[in-house]
Nanobody
Framework: QVQLVESGGGLVQAGGSLRLSCTAS????????MGWYRQAPGTGRELVAS????????HYVDFVKGRFTISRDNAKNTVYLQMNSLKPEDTAIYYC??????????WGQGTQVTVSS
C-alpha cells in the first residue's frame, strides 16, 4: 500500500503561483513513478505532469508546458508541482498519483486549486 498526502492548494489570482506537495509513505519512494492529475467540475481526470523514479524523465501535457514544473526529492519522499502564471482554467482538484515498479496505482485525496480572474 502507498499513502499519499497532498498539500499546497488554495485560492490565487490569475497570474499567480502555487506549489503543491505530495508526500508518500508505505513504499520506497524511489521505486514510484509519480504524477499529478487534475479534475475540473464536470470533466474527467486528466494528466498534468509525470516524473520517473530517478527524476531523469519528465512529461508535461501541452497546456502546462512552460508554466508548471514537476520535481521530486527522494530523500524527503515528496513530489512537487510548481505552478506559475496560473489561469482561471487551471481551477481544479489536483491529485497526486503513484505507480510502483511492480504494478498498481495509488491516489491522494486531492487538493483544491482555485484561480480567480
Amino acid at each position: 500500500q502507498v499513502q499519499l498526502v497532498e498539500s499546497g492548494g488554495g485560492l490565487v489570482q490569475a497570474g499567480g503561483s502555487l506549489r503543491l506537495s505530495c508526500t508518500a509513505s508505505g513504499r520506497t519512494f524511489s521505486s514510484l513513478t509519480m504524477g499529478w492529475y487534475r479534475q475540473a467540475p464536470g470533466t474527467g481526470r486528466e494528466l498534468v505532469a509525470s516524473i520517473s523514479r530517478s527524476g531523469a524523465y519528465i512529461h508535461y501535457v501541452d497546456f502546462v508546458k512552460g508554466r508548471f514544473t514537476i520535481s521530486r526529492d527522494n530523500a524527503k519522499n515528496t513530489v512537487y508541482l510548481q505552478m506559475n502564471s496560473l489561469k482561471p482554467e487551471d481551477t481544479a482538484i489536483y491529485y497526486c498519483n503513484a505507480n510502483p515498479a511492480g504494478g498498481g496505482e495509488y491516489w491522494g485525496q486531492g487538493t483544491q486549486v482555485t484561480v480567480s480572474s
